[in-house]
């Protein structure tokens, strides 16, 4: 009954290979969100889909790139990975209707990447 | 642009005592502000909100926050803390020109010694 999921937890890899996470929420919600947490806990906002729609687009290099097959999934494809990719990707959702401002968000348990 | 700061990363506390998380934000207009936790190892878990209506926010395990508009503060506290309240918090503040963005503070540790 998990209710937002991240595949795999750990991810360890050599610089310059191509890696991709994934995430399912079984929340029903419309809008799904990539965080990047580095070593010293800040959080980041990276990318951000709405029933497949990209609608947050960070300042993140061309190397990530997210893909939003349907509204219960975001994946996260990273290309040519470098030492400072190293962080925990959060996948997380949020429900899509109104009142929007209220919306509180709901966080999977990360995917703690490594890059040697 | 809005924003969130959160002054100190650690808090120590005595369990039994009452414990204060420190958050201000910036925002040009009304602020809907958040506090989650983040256990270790784990995902960020939602505590409590604040969109509109009563300064005092209440929210799971206890935990209360108070709105100070004056003050630009949305402070966390719990009136008795546990050991097991031990983790990282976060205060977080929505984007108003786009609620779907959220921004986050650095994150303060709570410490709870028994």
């Known amino acids: 009954d998990t209710a937002v999921s991240q595949t795999p937890k750990y991810l360890v890899t050599q610089m310059g290979n191509d890696k991709s996470i994934k995430c399912e929420q079984n929340l029903g919600h419309d809008t799904m969100y990539w965080y990047k947490q580095d070593s010293k806990k800040f959080l980041k906002i990276m990318f951000s889909?709405?029933?497949?729609?990209?609608?947050i687009n960070e300042t993140v290099p061309n190397r990530f790139s997210p893909k939003s097959p349907d509204k219960a999934h975001l994946n996260l494809h990273i290309n040519s990975l470098e030492l400072g990719d190293s962080a925990v990707y959060f996948c997380?959702?949020?429900?899509?209707?109104?009142?929007?401002?209220?919306?509180?968000?709901?966080f999977g348990p990360g995917t703690r990447l490594t890059v040697l | 642009a809005q924003s969130v700061a959160q002054p100190e990363d650690q808090v120590n506390v005595a369990e039994g005592n009452p414990l204060t998380v420190k958050c201000t934000y910036s925002v040009s207009g009304n602020p809907y502000l958040f506090w989650y936790v983040q256990y270790p190892n784990r995902g960020l878990q939602f505590l409590l909100k604040y969109i509109t209506g009563d300064n005092l926010v209440k929210g799971s395990y206890g935990f209360e926050a108070e709105f100070n508009k004056s003050q630009t503060s949305f402070h966390l506290k719990k009136p008795s803390a546990l050991v097991s309240d031990s983790a990282l918090y976060f205060c977080?503040?929505?984007?108003?020109?786009?609620?779907?963005?959220?921004?986050f503070g650095s994150g303060t540790k709570l410490n709870v010694k028994p």
């Open positions: 889909y709405n029933n497949k729609e990209l609608i």
């Open positions: 977080a503040v929505r984007d108003i020109r786009n609620f779907n963005k959220f921004y």
């Open positions: 997380a959702s949020s429900p899509g209707g109104p009142p929007l401002r209220n919306n509180e968000q709901f």
